[in-house]
């Protein structure tokens, strides 16, 4: 495939790193000369120096032949427009549309992008809540991604000993209808689970399901357990 993807900080670092290792054909834009620099002296790929909200821009990176556009800057509004223009100057004629996706910091922006069109949203705030949540609460159904089309979510759950699936096959969960289990790990080996599959204590699971059924859901993997901070105090060290 081929992505394109605007912003070059942190994550869009880590993310042309890990596409070209997968046999991804990638280009970045990126407002920082020295940002351009550092990153087309260590990968192979097309650098274009600018504003990836300028519609002449995106056309010279590829835009219009781009199965995915990724937007990772630091401003929100900037995220929502490269995907806008995208979507709207690069979509007509395509036997295939381009997919897009955006980074969000502010979780208030998450509705408007998903009105707008935005296929997968990568929640900043969300990321670290869920990394939060999981060291305070071992076993608890971590929410990595949004895509908008259905309002999809995915999740993923460490089961626990007491879990509720522990023992069952995944055919006899009754997961919801429009829930899926995706990817399952078992001791560092990734596996595509299936019906007869038998869940167990340790499995990483991922799933995808529909946002409304996401209660539904971690009640089947994690169970009702309610997680109790010891003395309701938070010390630092």
């Given at each position: 495939?081929?992505?394109?993807?605007v912003?070059?900080?942190k994550?869009?670092?880590?993310?042309?790193?890990?596409?070209?290792?997968?046999?991804?054909?990638?280009?970045?834009?990126?407002?920082?000369?020295?940002?351009?620099?550092?990153?087309?002296?260590?990968?192979?790929?097309?650098?274009?120096?600018?504003?990836?909200?300028?519609?002449?821009l995106?056309?010279?990176?590829?835009?219009?032949?781009?199965?995915?556009?990724?937007?990772?800057?630091?401003?929100?509004?900037?995220?929502?427009?490269?995907?806008?223009?995208?979507?709207?100057?690069?979509?007509?004629?395509?036997?295939?549309?381009?997919?897009?996706?955006?980074?969000?910091?502010?979780?208030?922006?998450?509705?408007?992008?998903?009105?707008?069109?935005?296929?997968?949203?990568?929640?900043?705030?969300?990321?670290?809540?869920?990394?939060?949540?999981?060291?305070?609460?071992?076993?608890?159904?971590?929410?990595?991604?949004?895509?908008?089309?259905?309002?999809?979510?995915?999740?993923?759950?460490?089961?626990?000993?007491?879990?509720?699936?522990?023992?069952?096959?995944?055919?006899?969960?009754?997961?919801?209808?429009?829930?899926?289990?995706?990817?399952?790990?078992?001791?560092?080996?990734?596996?595509?689970?299936?019906?007869?599959?038998?869940?167990?204590?340790?499995?990483?699971v991922?799933a995808?399901?529909?946002?409304?059924?996401?209660?539904?859901?971690?009640?089947?993997?994690?169970?009702?357990?309610?997680?109790?901070?010891?003395?309701?105090?938070?010390?630092?060290?």
């Open positions: 495939m081929y992505i394109l993807v912003g070059g900080g994550i869009g670092y880590h993310l042309v790193r890990t596409l070209l290792s997968e046999g991804h054909e990638v280009a970045l834009i990126e407002k920082d000369i020295r940002v351009c620099e550092q990153i087309a002296e260590r990968f192979d790929v097309m650098v274009q120096h600018g504003d990836g909200t300028s519609p002449a995106l056309a010279e990176a590829g835009c219009q032949r781009a199965d995915v556009v990724v937007a990772v800057a630091g401003r929100d509004q900037d995220n929502l427009v490269v995907c806008q223009v995208a979507k709207d100057l690069y979509d007509a004629g395509r036997s295939k549309p381009i997919r897009t996706i955006a980074r969000i910091n502010d979780p208030r922006n998450e509705e408007l992008f998903r009105l707008q069109g935005v296929d997968a949203l990568i929640s900043v705030t969300a990321a670290v809540a869920n990394m939060i949540d999981l060291e305070i609460t071992p076993h608890s159904m971590v929410h990595y991604l949004t895509m908008q089309h259905g309002h999809l979510i995915m999740v993923e759950v460490t089961l626990a000993d007491d879990s509720p699936a522990v023992g069952q096959t995944i055919a006899n969960l009754n997961l919801p209808a429009d829930t899926i289990l995706v990817t399952l790990a078992r001791q560092g080996k990734v596996m595509l689970p299936a019906g007869h599959t038998i869940l167990e204590s340790g499995d990483e991922v995808i399901t529909n946002m409304g059924q996401q209660t539904e859901v971690r009640r089947l993997l994690v169970g009702e357990r309610v997680p109790v901070v010891a003395g309701g105090n938070i010390r630092t060290s």
